[in-house]
C-alpha cells in the first residue's frame, strides 16, 4: 500500500501551532480522581498520557483535537476532549481543517518515527526545537493527503482488530463471564481482612550480571543476535526498550522489576524473558517460600506501587532503589495473619475478566465494523 506513495517533507511548524499548557497543575497541590469530566494529561508513557481528572477552573483548559506532547519524554497522544496538563506539556494544535482523530495517529507514527532517536531525559524540546523538527507526509499533487492517511489508519486497525481476536481466541481469553467464586470475592472486598508487610520480608533483590553496553549502544528493534529486552528506568512499554546478546546476562522471567532512577517509580510484573541494563532492578517472592503465581505477582505489583508509584517521586525527589524500598510497607489480605494467596489469584482473575470483557466487545463491534 506504501509502495507507490508520494512523501514530501514539512516542518512541524508549518503543520502545527505548537503552544505550550495554558496552567500547570501539580498533583502535589489538586486532588487527582479517577473519573471526571476533563482529563489531566502528563508525561506518562501509557493511557494516553492521562494521570486521571481534576476539577479545575475550565478557563485552563487545552483545546481537543490537538496532540500533547511531552517535551522531555517525547511520549505523544492525541486528545479528542479538552484537558488540563501537567508539567512539561506542550500543545500541537493542526493547521489543517482536515485533522481528525483518525488521520492524527498517521502524524504521531511519523512524528514518532522522526523522534526515535530520542533518549529518556536526554534531551528537552522547547518551542523552536519542535518548529524546525521534520516528518514526512504521504501527498497527492503536491497537497498533504488527508484520505490516503485515514484509509491507511484504517486498514491498520481492521489488521490489529483481526490479529487482537486471534490471540483472544488462542488464550482462552474470550470467557469473561465471572465464576460463582469471583463474583463472591468482588462482593467480599470491602470487608476483606488485611495486613502489613514489609517488603523486604517478602522479596529479595536479583543481583544481576552488569552490562557491557550504555542505552544509546543498543537497538530498540530485535535482530538476529540482539533479541533480549533490556530494563531501564523509562515508564514506557514497561521498561523494556532496548535489546541486547543473550550472551553473558542474566536472564530473567516471572520477577517484578523497578526503576531506582526516573520520574515515574512504576513496578511491573515481567512474564517473559529481560535483562536488567541500568536504573533498575528486579525482585522475587521469597516469604513462606511459597512460588507466585503470575496472578498473585499482579496483584502484589499493585501493592507495591501503592507506596512506589506517587507524584512526589522524582528526578528532583527521587525515592531510590531498594535498600530504600525494602523497608516500605504495603498491605496484603490475609488469612491467620498470613497473606490469603487464594484471595489474590481470585480477585486478579475477577479483576481481567472485567478487562477483557470490554476488549472482547470492542473487538466484536469493530470486526463488525470493518466487515
Given amino acids: 500500500m506504501l509502495e507507490s506513495v508520494k512523501w514530501g517533507e514539512f516542518r512541524l511548524g508549518d503543520l502545527f501551532e505548537i503552544n505550550s499548557y495554558k496552567k500547570r497543575f501539580d498533583a502535589n497541590k489538586v486532588e487527582v480522581l479517577d473519573n471526571g469530566k476533563f482529563p489531566y494529561v502528563v508525561r506518562m508513557g501509557s493511557n494516553n498520557g492521562h494521570k486521571g481528572y481534576i476539577n479545575e477552573d475550565e478557563y485552563f483548559l487545552n483545546e481537543g483535537n490537538t496532540i500533547s506532547f511531552g517535551q522531555d519524554t517525547a511520549t505523544m497522544f492525541y486528545q479528542e476532549r479538552p484537558y488540563f ?12 481543517k482536515k485533522f481528525n482523530k483518525k488521520n492524527a495517529q498517521f502524524f504521531i507514527l511519523m512524528m514518532s518515527k522522526a523522534f526515535s532517536s530520542f533518549s529518556w531525559g536526554g534531551s528537552s524540546f522547547n518551542v523552536k526545537i519542535l518548529e524546525s523538527q521534520k516528518i514526512h507526509l504521504p501527498t497527492k499533487n503536491g497537497k498533504i493527503d488527508f484520505d490516503f492517511m485515514e484509509t491507511f ?7 490489529k482488530i483481526a490479529e487482537l481476536e486471534a490471540y483472544l481466541e488462542a488464550s482462552g481469553l474470550k470467557d469473561y463471564v465471572l465464576t460463582a467464586e469471583e463474583e463472591q470475592v468482588l462482593k467480599d472486598f470491602d470487608s476483606m481482612e488485611w495486613g502489613k508487610f514489609k517488603l523486604g520480608s517478602l522479596f529479595e533483590r536479583i543481583k ?43 536472564i530473567l522471567k516471572n ?12 513496578a511491573y510484573f515481567q512474564s517473559r ?30 501493592c507495591i506501587n501503592q507506596v512506589t508509584d ?34 489474590m489469584e481470585t480477585l486478579i482473575s475477577a479483576i481481567q475478566k472485567q478487562v477483557i470483557k470490554d476488549v472482547v466487545l470492542y473487538v466484536d463491534e469493530k470486526k463488525g465494523f470493518y466487515l
Fill in 273 to 302: 524473558e529481560f535483562t536488567v541494563l541500568s536504573d533498575a532492578y528486579a525482585i522475587y517472592w521469597i516469604y513462606d517460600e511459597v512460588k507466585l503465581s503470575p496472578n498473585q505477582y499482579l496483584f502484589t505489583v499493585s
Fill in 153 to 159: 489508519i484504517s486498514k491498520l486497525e481492521s489488521e
Fill in 85 to 96: 496538563t501537567g508539567d512539561k506539556i506542550k500543545i500541537l494544535k493542526s493547521k489543517y
Fill in 208 to 250: 544481576t550480571n552488569k552490562l557491557p553496553y550504555k542505552a544509546d549502544e543498543l537497538v530498540k528493534e530485535p535482530t538476529d543476535t540482539y533479541t533480549l529486552p533490556c530494563l531501564t528506568s523509562s515508564f514506557q512499554n514497561q521498561g523494556l526498550n532496548y535489546y541486547a546478546p543473550k550472551d553473558k546476562a542474566t
Fill in 310 to 343: 506517587l507524584s512526589i517521586y522524582s528526578y528532583k525527589n527521587k525515592l531510590g532503589g531498594w535498600n530504600v524500598v525494602k523497608d516500605k510497607n504495603i498491605e496484603l489480605p490475609t488469612l491467620n495473619n498470613q497473606p490469603n494467596y487464594k484471595i
Fill in 255 to 266: 520477577v517484578i522489576s523497578i526503576p531506582s532512577n526516573s520520574d515515574v517509580y512504576r
